[in-house]
């Protein structure tokens, strides 16, 4: 499966983006989804997954309540709504399918997608 991450930009602290990330290839649904970022100078880290069919979800403890990850299969496209943004949230956001619900290692994740740029100012 091919994934191409969108949505990324410039926002205030306190503000709101959506991220997307659009699949191609008719298995996007068998796959269980996550986001990750990665910051200057950071590691990648796991952000949000969700399962294949959408019904389970699973956040970093840094992001629980402002983040909320969402899919529709029908469109191939799986979202990440970010509310409550934080200059610390600045980073480059990365879409990732896996053959496994619940793993936060980006080597659990098959398929990337090329990351999109999101940056918060204080």
């Known amino acids: 499966v091919q994934l191409q991450a969108s949505g990324g930009g410039l926002v205030q602290a306190g503000g709101s983006l959506r991220l997307s990330c659009a699949a191609s290839g008719r298995t996007f649904s068998s796959y269980a989804m996550g986001w990750f970022r990665q910051a200057p100078g950071e590691e990648r880290e796991f952000v949000a997954v969700?399962?294949?069919?959408?019904?389970?979800?699973y956040y970093a403890d840094s992001v629980k309540g402002r983040f909320t990850i969402s899919r529709d299969n029908a469109k191939n496209t799986m979202y990440l709504q970010m509310n409550s943004l934080k200059p610390e949230d600045t980073a480059v956001y990365y879409c990732?399918?896996?053959?496994?619900?619940?793993?936060?290692?980006?080597?659990?994740?098959?398929?990337w997608g090329q990351g999109t740029l999101v940056t918060v100012s204080s």
């Open positions: 990732a399918a896996s053959n496994l619900f619940g793993a936060t290692a980006t080597y659990r994740y098959n398929f």
């Open positions: 969700i399962s294949a069919s959408g019904g389970s979800t």
